[in-house]
């Protein structure tokens, strides 16, 4: 159970940080330099739009990854000291 | 009762953090920036975060220092409040230098500048990261005084470097207390306050978290010196 | 107290006369330092003005961590920190004697590098050269004294050489700015240097007169 448990915590930031790459790795393309040639403000925005919502969803992964991962990784550094404690005193 | 009393707090950090995105997720849109605002939401709060745990990190430095020969127990739990503030601020600092290229790159068009708010923060993160570098290096009970001193030094040098570089950038100007056309409407004002106290609460309760492993660290070496001394 | 300054300073003055170490090791590793720089950027016409401060401020900063990183094993060596110690003075002087001589050092290599930089660089000062006079000190000042406080805090940790600059060079990073700006104000003459000179001054008062209180702590921290 506690293996799962960790097994999980740890997969969860990964996994959050491969979402957030995909994200921005699949978010469509941007408009041209020139696109005021070729299109309104308002077909501007509408093409813009999906792109600002990829980077956004990117940024909202990222932060949870690093947050989670930090604390996978005490959660860790835990179960090691209790261990450790254990051994201690067992040796008492 | 401390478990139960954490359990809840934590549960409260949670809704309070979904309460925040929800707020987030429906403000209205701003006016120059379209949607792309929204990283006040989490990048604001972060910086926030990050730099008022630096301070407490910077206290817990001082405190060690001036405590270390008059009171050796409570001057190890202030080193221990010197390295949770400092890695848990490093925490946030990241999410903010992360995430701040992430807007950047959709509102400039570029991924970084050389301002002064920039090359601060990035500054600060580089200073703990060789504070922690410190403490991993250095060994025995030189250690948490080197550290402590080095502490000092980060601490002084981060207005330093603040003052070095204001001038006019690309960071927005300041929101509150800025000029006149500064100040936040009060649709944007509302999630925004929401959103500073859930992620203060979060990083509260991380940095309680850390603190706890900290002393539990403490007190295991405690014992294995114990230990060794009465083999 | 001048007397142990006095003291302090003439022995590693006069150490580092017979062995020479500190000095030929940081002239010859600047040079080099240099000459990968000017490889690495074309330094031809007015570009050069442009990066020359940096790469004279980046290769000073190179140069003296091989100089600090020995200045504190010559103490350690046959127990003599011990015997500092010990002794009844205050650590102040010996830290202020050793952050001086080995300004001295850095200075001299300076000096002896200025004009192998000025022909490789082509430069031709556009501002005010007198300025310089102020402005490599006060930078050798800033880099020397933060680098021999952190030389003493890292003495016992297990990679003291590689410690050293990890954590100088974020500490060092607004005197570098100053330094850098100052230079590149000097050498093209398209801005006035002088609030980077006040920044520069600032923090060398700031930062030595918190070295010389904590230096105490830091040497009977054992």
Not at chain 1, 26 to 48: G, N
Request: aromatic share 12%; charged share 15%.
């Amino acid at each position: 159970m506690k293996k799962a448990v960790a097994q999980i915590a740890a997969l969860v930031p990964i996994a959050l940080l491969v979402f957030a790459l995909y994200s921005l790795y699949a978010a469509p393309a941007e408009p041209p330099r020139d696109w005021r040639l070729h299109m309104t403000q308002e077909q501007h925005d509408l093409m813009v739009a999906p792109i600002d919502h990829a980077f956004r969803v990117a940024a909202y992964s990222v932060t949870w990854a690093i947050q989670l991962g930090y604390l996978a990784w005490l959660g860790l550094k835990w179960s090691g000291l209790k261990r450790v404690a254990g051994r201690a005193s067992n040796q008492n | 009762m401390k478990k139960i009393l954490f359990g809840v707090y934590a549960a409260i950090c949670i809704a309070l953090l979904v309460w925040a995105f929800e707020l987030a997720v429906n403000a209205p849109a701003e006016m120059m920036q379209g949607d792309a605002y929204r990283i006040i939401f989490y990048h604001v709060p972060s910086a926030t975060v990050a730099f008022t745990f630096f301070a407490i990190s910077m206290a817990g430095s001082i405190g060690y220092l001036v405590l270390r020969e008059k009171n050796a127990a409570k001057a190890l739990a202030w080193d221990a409040w010197a390295v949770s503030g400092a890695e848990v601020g490093i925490v946030f600092c990241t999410v903010v230098l992360v995430t701040g290229p992430l807007w950047g790159y959709r509102a400039w068009g570029i991924w970084w500048a050389w301002d002064a708010r920039l090359t601060t923060t990035l500054l600060l993160w580089l200073i703990y990261v060789s504070y922690l570098l410190m403490r991993r290096f250095a060994s025995g009970a030189q250690m948490r005084t080197s550290s402590a001193v080095l502490g000092i030094f980060g601490g002084i040098g981060v207005p330093i470097v603040y003052i070095a570089n204001r001038i006019p950038g690309q960071h927005p100007g300041p929101v509150f207390g800025g000029d006149r056309a500064s100040g936040m409407a009060p649709e944007i004002l509302r999630p925004f306050l929401w959103n500073m106290a859930a992620w203060l609460f979060w990083g509260i309760l991380v940095l309680i978290l850390r603190h706890r492993f900290e002393l539990k660290q403490q007190a295991i070496a405690a014992a294995e010196a114990e230990q060794s001394l009465n083999a | 107290m001048i007397d142990t300054l006095l003291t302090h300073l003439v022995k590693d003055l006069r150490i580092e006369w017979r062995s020479k170490e500190a000095i030929n090791s940081m002239l010859f590793f600047s040079l080099l330092v240099v000459v990968l720089f000017s490889i690495s950027f074309d330094p031809r016409g007015a570009f050069s003005r442009d990066i020359a401060g940096g790469v004279l401020c980046v290769a000073t900063m190179f140069a003296s961590v091989s100089a600090l990183n020995q200045a504190w094993a010559r103490e350690i060596r046959h127990q003599v920190l011990d015997a500092q110690r010990m002794a009844p003075t205050g650590g102040a002087q010996l830290y202020l004697a050793k952050v001086l001589a080995n300004f001295l050092f850095v200075s001299v290599v300076q000096i002896l590098l200025a004009p192998v930089f000025l022909v490789f660089y082509n430069l031709h000062i556009l501002g005010n050269a007198w300025l310089l006079l102020l402005v490599l000190p006060l930078g050798t000042w800033a880099l020397v004294s933060n680098g021999i406080f952190f030389a003493a805090l890292s003495i016992n940790s297990r990679n003291r050489e590689l410690l050293l600059p990890l954590i100088l060079f974020p500490i060092f990073t607004p005197a570098l700015m100053a330094m850098v700006n100052a230079t590149t104000g000097i050498f093209t003459g398209e801005f006035d240097p002088t609030i980077w000179i006040k920044l520069l001054a600032a923090y060398d008062i700031i930062y030595t007169t918190v070295s010389l209180l904590l230096f105490e702590t830091v040497l009977r921290s054992e």
